[in-house]
């Protein structure tokens, strides 16, 4: 089983920047792809961006392209999103998620992050 605890989320103007982490525990996350997901108020939870297992290669939704940067440390069991240039429709519940298998089937429990013009 594999544990995921998320922190970092919090209350920022438009324009600013945040870097969530997702430290993973019970056993190693270093050969899983990892992911970052987001749900918003009233809307259904959406992929923001994945991570495989050496860290050399990264997808991103269309939406933050250019603004996230998803990471990882192996040695720290650790994924981080950098966020940068925050708009307010990137206010969210942010979940990190690793895949096992074809499906991300562990979760974490979100961090709020609330963007605010």
């Known amino acids: 089983q594999v544990q995921l605890v998320e922190s970092g989320g919090g209350l920022v103007q438009a324009g600013g920047s945040l870097r969530l982490s997702c430290v993973a525990s019970?056993?190693?996350?270093?050969?899983?792809?990892m992911g970052w997901f987001r749900q918003a108020p009233g809307k259904e939870r959406e992929f923001v961006a994945t991570?495989?297992?050496?860290?050399?290669?990264?997808k991103y939704a269309d939406s933050v392209k250019g603004r996230f940067t998803i990471s990882r440390d192996s040695a720290k069991n650790t994924v981080f999103l950098e966020m940068k240039s925050l708009i307010p429709e990137d206010t969210a519940v942010y979940y990190c998620?690793?895949?096992?298998?074809?499906?991300?089937?562990?979760w974490g429990q979100g961090t709020q992050v609330t963007v605010v013009s």
């Open positions: 998620a690793a895949r096992s298998g074809n499906d991300f089937n562990y």
């Open positions: 991570i495989n297992w050496t860290g050399g290669s990264t």
């Open positions: 019970g056993r190693t996350i270093s050969t899983y792809p």
